[in-house]
C-alpha cells in the first residue's frame, strides 16, 4: 500500500460501463478528502492514504495508484 500522509491519487474504475453511482458517492464522502479533478472512468484525489486505501479495498472495481510529477526537459540545453 501507499504510505499515510496526505497526497493525491489516481482512482482508475475498471470495470465495464459507467462507475456506480454509490461508489462516486462514497469517495467524494470520504473524510478529509478532496476531488480534484475527474473524467469518465478516473479521479485525482487527495486523501490521507489510509482512509483511501481501506476504500479502495471494499470497491473491488477501482484501483489506485499515487500521483506522479515526470519534469519536462529543458528545451535549450546549455553547452558543456
Known amino acids: 500500500m501507499i504510505g499515510s500522509c496526505m497526497d493525491r491519487f489516481i482512482?482508475?474504475?475498471t470495470g465495464k460501463g459507467?462507475?456506480?453511482?454509490?461508489?462516486i458517492?462514497?469517495?467524494r464522502e470520504l473524510s478529509h478528502a478532496q476531488v480534484i479533478d475527474?473524467?469518465?472512468r478516473m479521479l485525482l484525489v487527495e486523501a490521507p492514504s489510509t482512509?483511501?486505501?481501506a476504500l479502495?479495498?471494499?470497491m473491488p472495481a477501482w484501483t489506485v495508484s499515487a500521483e506522479h510529477f515526470i519534469p519536462r526537459p529543458?528545451?535549450?540545453p546549455k553547452l558543456r
Open 11 to 13: 482512482l482508475r474504475f
Open 38 to 40: 475527474t473524467s469518465p
Open 25 to 27: 458517492r462514497r469517495i
Open 51 to 53: 482512509s483511501l486505501n
Open 18 to 23: 459507467e462507475p456506480p453511482a454509490e461508489d
Open 56 to 58: 479502495v479495498r471494499s
Open 74 to 76: 529543458d528545451p535549450r
